[in-house]
Protein backbone atom coordinates (compact mmCIF):
# COMPACT_ATOMS: atom_id res chain seq x y z
CA UNK A 1 0.00 0.00 0.00
CA UNK A 2 3.14 2.57 0.84
CA UNK A 3 3.94 2.23 -3.18
CA UNK A 4 0.44 3.82 -4.17
CA UNK A 5 0.40 6.56 -1.02
CA UNK A 6 4.46 7.31 -2.62
CA UNK A 7 2.88 7.59 -6.33
CA UNK A 8 -0.10 9.53 -5.10
CA UNK A 9 2.00 11.96 -2.99
CA UNK A 10 4.33 12.36 -5.94
CA UNK A 11 1.22 13.24 -8.45
CA UNK A 12 -0.40 15.28 -6.24
CA UNK A 13 2.90 17.07 -5.39
CA UNK A 14 3.93 17.30 -9.39
CA UNK A 15 0.47 18.94 -10.42
CA UNK A 16 0.59 21.32 -7.40
CA UNK A 17 4.16 22.54 -8.84
CA UNK A 18 2.60 23.14 -12.45
CA UNK A 19 -0.02 25.55 -11.31
CA UNK A 20 0.27 28.76 -9.79
CA UNK A 21 0.31 27.25 -6.27
CA UNK A 22 4.32 27.75 -4.90
CA UNK A 23 5.74 24.37 -4.45
CA UNK A 24 8.45 22.22 -5.56
CA UNK A 25 7.96 18.66 -6.74
CA UNK A 26 11.91 17.98 -6.97
CA UNK A 27 12.07 17.65 -3.63
CA UNK A 28 9.41 15.24 -3.40
CA UNK A 29 10.80 13.37 -6.10
CA UNK A 30 14.46 13.30 -5.45
CA UNK A 31 12.98 11.93 -1.81
CA UNK A 32 10.79 9.46 -3.48
CA UNK A 33 13.98 8.17 -5.58
CA UNK A 34 16.13 8.07 -2.83
CA UNK A 35 13.62 6.36 -0.06
CA UNK A 36 10.33 4.32 -1.55
CA UNK A 37 12.02 1.60 -3.09
CA UNK A 38 10.03 2.36 -6.17
CA UNK A 39 11.15 1.75 -9.90
CA UNK A 40 12.48 5.28 -10.70
CA UNK A 41 11.10 5.10 -14.58
CA UNK A 42 7.55 4.59 -12.49
CA UNK A 43 8.07 7.63 -10.68
CA UNK A 44 9.57 10.16 -13.38
CA UNK A 45 6.31 8.97 -15.45
CA UNK A 46 4.05 9.86 -12.54
CA UNK A 47 5.78 13.34 -11.62
CA UNK A 48 5.89 14.01 -15.35
CA UNK A 49 1.83 13.33 -15.31
CA UNK A 50 0.92 15.54 -12.75
CA UNK A 51 2.87 18.09 -13.84
CA UNK A 52 1.79 17.95 -16.99
CA UNK A 53 -1.77 18.03 -16.08
CA UNK A 54 -0.97 20.91 -13.37
CA UNK A 55 0.05 22.70 -17.05
CA UNK A 56 -2.88 21.85 -19.07
CA UNK A 57 -5.23 23.14 -16.23
CA UNK A 58 -2.89 26.71 -16.29
CA UNK A 59 -3.69 26.43 -20.22
CA UNK A 60 -7.44 25.94 -20.01
CA UNK A 61 -7.56 29.19 -17.17
CA UNK A 62 -5.31 31.05 -19.98
CA UNK A 63 -7.86 29.99 -22.84
CA UNK A 64 -10.89 30.92 -20.10
CA UNK A 65 -9.50 34.52 -20.45
CA UNK A 66 -8.76 34.48 -24.28
CA UNK A 67 -10.01 36.56 -26.80
CA UNK A 68 -13.72 38.72 -26.25
CA UNK A 69 -13.28 37.89 -22.52
CA UNK A 70 -9.95 39.88 -22.89
CA UNK A 71 -11.08 42.37 -25.12
CA UNK A 72 -14.01 43.31 -22.54
CA UNK A 73 -12.64 42.31 -19.19
CA UNK A 74 -8.82 43.31 -19.26
CA UNK A 75 -9.73 45.68 -21.80
CA UNK A 76 -6.98 44.71 -24.69
CA UNK A 77 -7.49 46.18 -28.03
CA UNK A 78 -8.25 43.69 -30.73
CA UNK A 79 -5.19 44.49 -32.82
CA UNK A 80 -2.85 44.43 -29.89
CA UNK A 81 -4.04 40.97 -29.33
CA UNK A 82 -4.20 39.68 -32.76
CA UNK A 83 -0.39 41.32 -33.04
CA UNK A 84 0.39 39.38 -29.70
CA UNK A 85 -1.12 36.14 -31.05
CA UNK A 86 0.84 36.22 -34.45
CA UNK A 87 3.99 36.87 -32.78
CA UNK A 88 3.53 33.99 -29.81
CA UNK A 89 2.79 31.34 -32.66
CA UNK A 90 5.61 32.65 -35.30
CA UNK A 91 8.18 33.02 -32.63
CA UNK A 92 7.15 32.04 -29.06
CA UNK A 93 5.29 28.62 -28.97
CA UNK A 94 9.03 26.98 -28.95
CA UNK A 95 9.31 29.15 -25.04
CA UNK A 96 7.09 26.12 -24.06
CA UNK A 97 10.51 24.08 -23.94
CA UNK A 98 11.06 26.34 -20.57
CA UNK A 99 7.82 25.19 -19.16
CA UNK A 100 9.80 23.55 -16.88
CA UNK A 101 11.55 26.37 -15.23
CA UNK A 102 10.95 27.63 -11.84
CA UNK A 103 9.48 31.29 -12.31
CA UNK A 104 8.86 31.42 -15.67
CA UNK A 105 7.15 27.98 -16.46
CA UNK A 106 4.13 27.82 -15.63
CA UNK A 107 3.20 31.74 -16.91
CA UNK A 108 4.52 30.63 -19.83
CA UNK A 109 1.54 27.49 -19.86
CA UNK A 110 -1.01 30.21 -19.06
CA UNK A 111 -0.05 32.84 -21.54
CA UNK A 112 -0.17 29.72 -24.52
CA UNK A 113 -3.91 29.32 -23.44
CA UNK A 114 -4.56 33.19 -23.14
CA UNK A 115 -2.77 33.15 -26.65
CA UNK A 116 -4.80 30.27 -28.28
CA UNK A 117 -1.90 27.50 -28.72
CA UNK A 118 -3.01 24.40 -29.48
CA UNK A 119 -3.27 21.57 -26.99
CA UNK A 120 -1.94 19.22 -29.61
CA UNK A 121 1.41 21.46 -30.16
CA UNK A 122 1.16 22.42 -26.00
CA UNK A 123 0.84 18.93 -24.82
CA UNK A 124 3.89 17.02 -26.60
CA UNK A 125 6.43 20.08 -26.31
CA UNK A 126 4.97 20.38 -22.53
CA UNK A 127 5.88 16.41 -22.11
CA UNK A 128 9.30 16.77 -23.55
CA UNK A 129 10.49 20.09 -21.32
CA UNK A 130 8.79 18.32 -17.77
CA UNK A 131 9.90 14.73 -18.21
CA UNK A 132 13.13 15.96 -19.29
CA UNK A 133 13.24 18.05 -16.21
CA UNK A 134 12.77 14.98 -13.87
CA UNK A 135 15.09 13.12 -15.75
CA UNK A 136 17.70 15.66 -14.80
CA UNK A 137 16.32 15.89 -11.01
CA UNK A 138 17.04 11.85 -10.95
CA UNK A 139 20.48 11.76 -12.45
CA UNK A 140 21.22 14.06 -9.80
CA UNK A 141 19.74 12.28 -6.94
CA UNK A 142 21.70 8.84 -8.50
CA UNK A 143 24.64 10.97 -8.47
CA UNK A 144 25.00 10.42 -12.03
CA UNK A 145 25.84 14.16 -13.10
Known sequence: MLGGSVFFGLFAAAFLA???VPFSSEVVLAT???TSGQPWPA???VA???NVLGSIVNWCLGRAMAGERAVRFIRIKRENLARAERWYHRWGRWSLLLSWAPIIGDPL???AGFLR???WFFVPVVIVAKAGRYLAV???TAGLV
Do not use: D, P, Q, R
Request: proline fraction near 0%; charged fraction near 5%.
Open 32 to 34: ALT
Open 43 to 45: LIA
Open 18 to 20: ATI
Open 109 to 111: TIV
Open 138 to 140: AAI
Open 117 to 119: ESL
Open 48 to 50: TAG
